[in-house]
T-cell receptor
Framework: RKEVEQDPGPFNVPEGATVAFNCTYS??????FFWYRQDCRKEPKLLMSVYSSGNEDGRFTAQLNRASQYISLLIRDSKLSDSATYLC???????FGAGTRLTVKP | GAVVSQHPSRVICKSGTSVKIECRSL??????MFWYRQFPKKSLMLMATSNEGSKATYEQGVEKDKFLINHASLTLSTLTVTSAHPEDSSFYIC???????????FGPGTRLTVT
């Protein structure tokens, strides 16, 4: 089993849709979790940290499920500018998931 | 957020030559720096982790003699690709984190083309 796994997608959604991604991890001792966004041919940029109690930043909500060992990212009211690859990273060993590609269409 | 710079942003070199890439944390002290490689449409692959003043820890399958990493100070790490070959052509990205925070901040990357 890979240390960090994501559904590669692609997810093609219309503007205004709600979309959710999951990311599973294998190391139960992992402590820190993050979502990054990577645009084509650019470096990843931190989107948000994932806290145990869940956290929200505008249209983005991140949650952690330790029992099932996954984190999730929910994007509400999708914008065209949300089109990117979304990467999860589990801080225990700095492993990135392969990324989930999202395309928001008009 | 914290700022990480990388230099050069793009380099073209001939097969057999060596290329050095610099990664600097501009507004914080980087306790740990990471080097990744990313091939087109592929995921980020961690190559090595380096802590200031100590030897880098390389991931399985990454040749330490080919990819030399030096983390000489709390703000600078370098990656030298020695005897480069066309298959080393890739996007090399560094990242860093510092005391008190676990999230990584990435440099803008270096696109290496070996001809």
């Amino acid at each position: 089993r890979k240390e960090v796994e994501q559904d590669p997608g692609p997810f093609n959604v219309p503007e205004g849709a709600t979309v959710a991604f999951n990311c599973t991890y294998s190391n139960s001792a992992s402590q820190s979790f993050f979502w990054y966004r990577q645009d084509c041919r650019k470096e990843p940029k931190l989107l948000m940290s994932v806290y145990s109690s869940g956290n929200e930043d505008g249209r983005f909500t991140a949650q952690l499920n330790r029992a099932s060992q996954y984190i999730s990212l929910l994007i509400r009211d999708s914008k065209l500018s949300d089109s990117a690859t979304y990467l999860c990273v589990v801080n225990k060993n700095m492993r990135f998931g392969a990324g989930t590609r999202l395309t928001v269409k008009p | 957020g914290a700022v990480v710079s990388q230099h050069p942003s793009r380099v073209i070199c001939k097969s057999g030559t060596s290329v050095k890439i610099e990664c600097r944390s501009l507004d914080f002290q980087a306790t740990t720096m990471f080097w990744y490689r990313q091939f087109p449409k592929k995921s980020l692959m961690l190559m090595a982790t380096s802590n200031e003043g100590s030897k880098a820890t390389y991931e399985q399958g990454v040749e330490k003699d080919k990819f030399l990493i030096n983390h000489a100070s709390l703000t600078l790490s370098t990656l030298t690709v020695t005897s480069a070959h066309p298959e080393d052509s890739s996007f090399y990205i560094c990242s860093a984190n510092g005391r008190g925070f676990y999230e990584q901040y990435f440099g803008p990357g270096t696109r290496l083309t070996v001809t």
